[in-house]
C-alpha cells in the first residue's frame, strides 16, 4: 500500500506529509519513505490552535469550528503534498491522520465524582475523506487509553520496527515540542521495549524565541541566540527540580505542563536577565533533563550502544552538542543515517500505525505507554463513493 501519514506537533508550526510505500506484517513488515513535505499553518490558525491548546477559555463552537477547519487544511496539505510528489491521489491508498491535539492528559484525574484520563485531537477525518477521496484513518490514541494506557508515545511500535538490532541496544530520541525516547535493548522482543516522555523538547525555547523577538522569529534557528548567552545556574537547577524528570515510566507531557504558564514562571526566575542568557537557560534544559531521564531510567535497565536522534531539536547544535558531551561512550546517530529524516519520522509513523489499524492489527506498545494489553488503533472513515 501507499499510505499518507499526516501529523501537526504540539508546536503547532505546520502539518508534516509522508509518503510511505509499505507490504508485509511485522516482524517482517516493509516500510520505505518515499517524500516528505512541510505544509505551514496560516498563522492565524496557529495562534488560535496554542491558544486553545494553553487553555485559554474557548466556547464549544471555537473548538467546533477549528476542528472542521484543521481537517480542511490537513485535506488540502494531503493534496498539495501529492502535486508535490508527482503523484495522483487515486493511486494513495490510505490516509494516517494524527491531526493536531489540543488537549491531552494522560493519567486520570478528579473530575464530576470519577477519574478520568482523556485525550483530543482536531482535524475532522470525515473532512479529509471527503476532500481527497481516500480511505482515513484518525484519532489513534483513545483506543490506548480506553485500556488504560497513557495514549502516548505511540511512535515506539514504529523505532521498534525501524531500529531493533540483535546486537546493539539503541535508544530512539525525538526531540518535536516535547522530547520522548523508546529504548530497544540488543535482541529485543516488543515486549522489552519501554518508552516515555523526558519533558520538554523545544517547546519552551520556540516560545521564548517568539518572545524575545517580539514575534519576528518563531524558533531559534542554528541556536543563533542562545549561543550568544551563557546558561542560568541557578533558574537551571529550579527548572531541573521539576518533579516531572524523577516521575518513573510510563508517563507523558505536552503543553499542559510545558506551555504558556511554564515559560512565564521561567521568565519570573531569570528576571532582570539578558534574553540571550534566559534562551541559553532554555536550551541547555532540554539536553540535560534528556539525560537526566537516560541516566535514570534507561542505563540500569540497559546498554546504550546508540543514540538515535529525529525531530526538530536534532538541528540545534547545542543539544545536540550538550548531548554528545553526556553521552559516554554511546554514539549518537540521526534518524535519516538509518533510512527515514529526522524530520518526517513521526509523520512516517502514523502512515505505518495507519496501515497496521487498516489490517486489524494492533499499533500500541503497552509496555510504553501502560495499557492493560495491545490495542487497535484508531478510527476508519470511508470516503463518499464517486471521489475517488
Not at 466556547?59 to 503534498?81: C, D, H, R
Not at 505511540?154 to 525516547?181: K, S
Not at 522569529?217 to 537547577?237: C, E, K, M, Y
Request: hydrophobic share 45%; net charge positive; proline share 6%.
Amino acid at each position: 500500500m501507499r499510505v499518507l501519514g499526516l501529523i501537526s506537533g504540539t508546536s503547532a508550526d505546520g502539518i508534516d506529509v509522508a509518503l510511505a510505500r509499505i507490504e508485509g506484517a511485522p516482524p517482517r513488515l516493509k516500510a520505505r519513505l518515499e517524500q516528505f513535505v512541510t505544509i505551514p499553518y496560516p498563522g492565524a490558525v496557529r495562534r488560535k490552535v496554542l491558544r486553545i491548546a494553553e487553555g485559554v477559555r474557548a466556547t464549544a463552537a471555537e473548538i467546533s469550528q477549528l476542528n472542521f477547519l484543521v481537517g480542511e487544511l490537513f485535506a488540502e496539505a494531503a493534496l498539495a503534498a501529492c502535486r508535490r510528489f508527482r503523484v495522483s491521489p487515486a493511486k494513495i491508498d490510505l490516509v494516517g491522520s494524527h491531526g493536531q491535539t489540543i488537549y491531552h492528559q494522560g493519567r486520570a484525574s478528579r473530575f464530576l465524582g470519577r477519574e478520568v484520563a482523556s485525550t483530543l485531537q482536531i482535524g475532522e477525518p470525515s473532512v479529509i475523506a471527503a476532500r481527497t477521496g481516500i480511505p482515513v484513518v484518525a484519532d489513534f490514541r483513545p483506543a490506548d487509553m480506553a485500556l488504560g494506557g497513557q495514549g502516548a508515545p505511540l511512535v515506539p511500535f514504529v523505532d521498534y520496527l525501524l531500529y531493533r538490532d540483535a546486537r546493539r541496544g539503541r535508544v530512539a530520541l525525538n526531540i518535536g515540542g516535547i522530547a520522548n525516547v523508546t529504548a530497544i535493548p540488543a535482541g529485543a522482543q516488543p515486549a522489552d521495549v519501554f518508552a516515555f516522555d523526558t519533558g520538554p523538547g523545544n517547546m519552551v525555547i520556540d516560545a521564548l524565541a517568539q518572545k524575545i523577538s517580539g514575534g519576528r522569529i518563531s524558533f531559534d534557528r542554528g541556536a543563533r541566540l542562545a549561543t550568544g548567552g551563557r546558561p542560568l545556574r541557578r533558574v537551571l537547577d529550579r527548572l531541573l527540580a521539576d518533579p516531572y524528570f524523577r516521575q518513573a515510566p510510563p508517563k507523558s507531557a505536552g503543553r499542559e505542563q510545558y506551555g504558556h504558564a511554564y515559560v512565564e514562571r521561567l521568565l519570573r526566575l531569570a528576571r532582570g536577565a539578558r534574553p540571550e542568557d534566559v534562551l541559553a537557560t532554555a536550551t541547555l534544559l532540554t539536553p540535560l533533563s534528556i539525560l537526566d531521564a537516560l541516566h535514570r531510567f534507561v542505563v540500569a535497565q540497559m546498554r546504550i550502544d546508540e543514540l538515535i536522534v529525529s525531530g526538530g531539536g536534532a538541528h540545534n547544535p547545542l543539544i545536540v552538542a550538550q548531548l554528545e558531551a553526556g553521552l559516554g561512550g554511546t554514539r549518537l546517530r540521526r534518524a535519516e543515517e538509518l533510512g527515514v529524516s529526522e524530520d518526517a519520522k513521526e509523520a512516517f509513523a502514523f502512515a505505518i500505525l495507519a496501515y497496521e489499524s487498516w489490517h486489524h492489527r494492533p499499533g500500541n506498545l503497552p509496555a510504553a505507554t501502560g495499557a492493560r494489553r495491545p490495542a487497535i488503533l484508531g478510527k476508519v472513515v470511508y470516503p463518499p463513493r464517486g471521489t475517488k
